[in-house]
């Protein structure tokens, strides 16, 4: 080859493309093989398996959600959009709304509905339409260059458009199925929620609830009762969970258990007092520190005899106290039960349809603080009303309400 030609590395023996070398900055995507072996190694051992199930398990929550944040928005772009431009331009009025500016990627949508067609990929006729091919960033597009349509129905353009930001890398991550992280899943969560709230999605997105429905939990949920959440143990759930958003404005609260550690212990003295004083009824029952369960459950524990009694006498008595501060003592009851422990419930707001209970069994070696954990919601589906208009009751809530309500009756009431 002449001097002007390109020059080429030698092969090896002769044969083009078998170097092993390996260009500098390049990745190699095969395993180096072992001796002996006739190919790469194909198989993925249990570290790879759990990496990708990890990743698909993100993917697939973050999608769900951009799922419904396109939804939402297409449905909104089209209430405030068509009624302009479809008296004049008919079905063509997506294509007249995206105006000069937006030529290439409306054209674009149309060509890519047009293949759709003719491939038999429109399986539904309500998306046989240019707006069902826009992507996310086109519907903003599309919002941003109309905003004074959109304006009487949103409070604050820099919110939406904030919130899409944060979206947009999610879906960059999730279209090209690369890693995403659990911190940028969880601001993406938080991104799409609150811009349902604001594109006005009505009462099935309550993320300024205490317990927020995920969009997950609200497809799949069926799968598992009313249990929306299950942590090993009690230190994981109050930092996922703090004890303020489990009690913080509750209406109703019951709790039954041996000392109620979760609530004494982590919600101050002063937080009930107002709690109560604002409107909520709260009933307390303790098992009776007298009572033999106590010594038996000492023996369980393997602590010292009186330890546990004295330590459940601390909690009635620190109770006695917020009791005593209010006006109406009758809102904040507080019992004593000689029964067998089985278990500690709190049931915040139990007869509402957006109550939560947070439960756990007791083990016989093994302490409440360290007992695995139940987090329930009132009802299937986040307590959604079933066509009689009444509470689906199919789940586990019901169970521990009504055990709390037969406890409750036996007890025994403190002075």
């Known amino acids: 080859m002449g001097s002007g030609g390109l ?17 500098p900055g390049a990745v190699s995507l095969a395993r180096p093989m072992d001796a002996g072996a006739i190919g790469p190694e194909l198989e993925w051992d249990a570290d790879a ?20 944040v396109e939804q939402r928005l297409r449905a909104v772009v089209a209430a405030v959009l068509r009624p302009v431009y479809e008296p004049v331009h008919g079905d063509d009025w997506v294509v007249a709304a995206a105006g000069p500016a937006g030529q290439e990627w409306v054209q674009r949508a149309v060509a890519v509905r047009e293949v ?3 491939k038999g990929y429109l399986l539904d006729p309500a998306d046989d339409n240019v707006l069902s091919f826009l992507t996310l960033p086109q519907l903003r597009e599309l919002m941003v260059q109309h905003w004074p349509c959109f304006e009487p129905y949103m409070d604050e353009r820099r919110d939406v458009e904030l919130a899409l930001d944060e979206l947009e890398v999610t879906r960059n991550v999730v279209s090209r ?23 006005g999605a009505g009462g099935d997105v309550p993320s300024a609830h205490r317990l927020p429905v995920d969009a997950v939990e609200d497809l799949v949920g069926d799968r598992y009762a009313d249990v929306v959440a299950v942590h090993p143990d009690r230190v994981r759930l109050l930092r996922q969970f703090p004890a303020e958003d489990i009690f913080g404005g509750a209406r109703r609260l019951d709790a039954i258990g041996i000392g109620l550690n979760l609530l004494v212990q982590n919600f ?17 029952l303790f098992l009776n520190p007298a009572s033999s369960a106590v010594k038996r459950r000492e023996r369980e524990l393997g602590i010292k005899r009186g330890e546990l009694s004295r330590a459940v006498e601390t909690n009635i008595l620190h109770m006695r106290r917020v009791r005593a501060a209010l006006r109406d003592p009758g809102a904040f009851e507080i019992q004593v039960f000689d029964e067998t422990p089985r278990f500690t419930a709190y049931l915040v707001d139990g007869d509402g349809a957006d109550g939560i209970a947070v439960v756990q069994h007791y083990l016989r070696r093994t302490r409440g603080m360290e007992a695995p954990v139940l987090v329930l919601r009132n009802g299937k589906n986040g307590g959604r009303l079933v066509k009689s208009g009444e509470l689906d009751e199919g789940g586990l809530f019901p169970t521990y309400r009504e055990e709390f309500e037969q406890m409750w009756a036996d007890a025994r009431p403190v002075s």
């Open 177 to 199: 199925n690369r890693a995403l992280s659990e911190a940028v899943l969880a601001q993406a969560e938080r991104a799409a929620a609150r811009l349902l709230e604001v594109l």
């Open 49 to 68: 398996w759990h990496e990708v199930r990890t990743r698909a398990q993100r993917a697939g929550r973050a999608y769900i959600w951009l799922n419904l």
């Open 7 to 23: 020059e080429l590395p030698p092969g090896d023996e002769g044969h083009e493309g078998n170097s092993t070398d390996v260009p």
């Open 268 to 284: 101050s003295g002063r937080r009930l007092v107002r709690l109560a004083q604002s409107g909520g009824r709260v009933r307390l």
């Open 116 to 118: 759709s067609r003719r």
